[in-house]
């Protein structure tokens, strides 16, 4: 309701403010990255809380060879084909589109 009083551009500054604190938040709290990361490394595709998808963006989102690595996973894990349409695929291609948009 806060945000719905405000104007569009207050509203996106808002929503960029709440983002960087919850990632900020992921990053403070030790284990639920590691929960995160020993699914990623299980070959686990879907990650149930968006706490947990957010942890999965701090630990793919900081170079390009971490996602390579990270989508490699499911496929070593012989779980290729729950990728697709998945918490890890929608995490790859926002990264991937950010990193188009900061080239360009």
Do not use: C, W
């Not at 809380?49 to 989508?71: D, F, Q």
């Amino acid at each position: 309701e806060f945000a719905a009083r405000r104007p569009p551009a207050q509203r996106h500054e808002l929503l960029a403010t709440l983002q960087l604190g919850y990632a900020l938040l992921v990053l403070r709290t030790p284990l639920l990255r590691e929960v995160a990361g020993l699914q990623l490394f299980a070959g686990e595709t879907r990650f149930p809380t968006e706490m947990h998808r957010a942890a999965l963006r701090v630990m793919v989102g900081g170079s390009a060879a971490a996602a390579n690595a990270a989508s490699g996973i499911p496929s070593a894990r012989g779980m290729l084909h729950l990728l697709d349409r998945s918490d890890m695929q929608d995490v790859l291609d926002a990264l991937k589109i950010s990193r188009v948009l900061a080239e360009n």
